[in-house]
């Protein structure tokens, strides 16, 4: 063999190791959040089927050193792996990794485009034939359920906790939030804690829920106010398919 051809066959073997190596690492950083998530089912599981405002694995709650860096180690990872999911080229592939390994529970015909950012999967229920649109953020933390053939438009961010603002220590607070079906939450919105969408309603671009959305109205501004009423003879359900790249 000449230089040139040792050369060559030297970087193919080095390019398919650091491809092993990144399928190794990202199979670790799988394992990592299955085995965290699997402890906090079974805690979550034992509290009474309510949701747990103030986790008991956080940062903040570990009494050493060390559990605080692997509680580090693991949020790291959490949200590496979330930005990672979220950008596969695959909407088939991405909706199979939500379901086994951030375990949301996922209906059928549900659409997920690109971009989504979850916190606490296992909280988060997705009814049949919703569509969640390009970069929303999804904050299972405090119990998040979705209804059925509901519209999620892009940049959606919908929050169970939120910090205390007269806590001595800032600490978070918050509650569940249910929409229910066929409610379309329009793009660059704001659902804040202890908020229900109601079935039907519509919550206008840009605007910020801080409040119950009643059933087939319509809300817009900061904080959202009712501005409309929506025909109630609604009986559309989306088919969940999207474009096979996204």
Known sequence: MSAIDIFVFAIAVLIASLIVLKILVYFLFALTI?????????????????????????????????KKLIM???????????????HIPSHSIRKFLYRHLFRVKIGKRVTIYHGLEIR???????????????????DGRGGLEFGKNINLSSDVCIWTMQHSIN???FCGSGGKVIVKDRAWISSNTTVLPNVC????????????AT???????????????????????LSY???????WYL
Not at 197 to 208: C, D, R
Request: net charge neutral.
């Open 120 to 138: 606490c999967g296992f909280k988060i229920s997705i009814g049949e034939g919703t569509i969640i649109g390009d970069n929303c953020i999804l």
């Open 237 to 243: 359900e989306f088919d969940g398919k999207p474009c």
């Open 211 to 233: 409040k119950n959305l009643e059933d087939y109205k319509v809300y817009g501004g900061i904080p959202a106010k009712e501005i409309g009423v929506r025909n109630s003879n």
């Open 34 to 66: 299955l085995f965290f998530d699997c402890i906090k089912i079974r805690r979550y599981k034992k509290s009474n089927g309510e949701a747990e405002i103030n986790e008991k694995l956080t940062v903040e709650n570990c009494s050493s050193k060390i």
């Open 72 to 86: 580090r180690y693991y949020n790291g990872v959490y949200k590496f792996m979330v930005k990672k999911v979220a």
């Open 197 to 208: 969408v109601g079935e039907g309603a519509v919550l206008a671009s840009g605007a910020v």
């Open 167 to 169: 806590d001595e220590d």
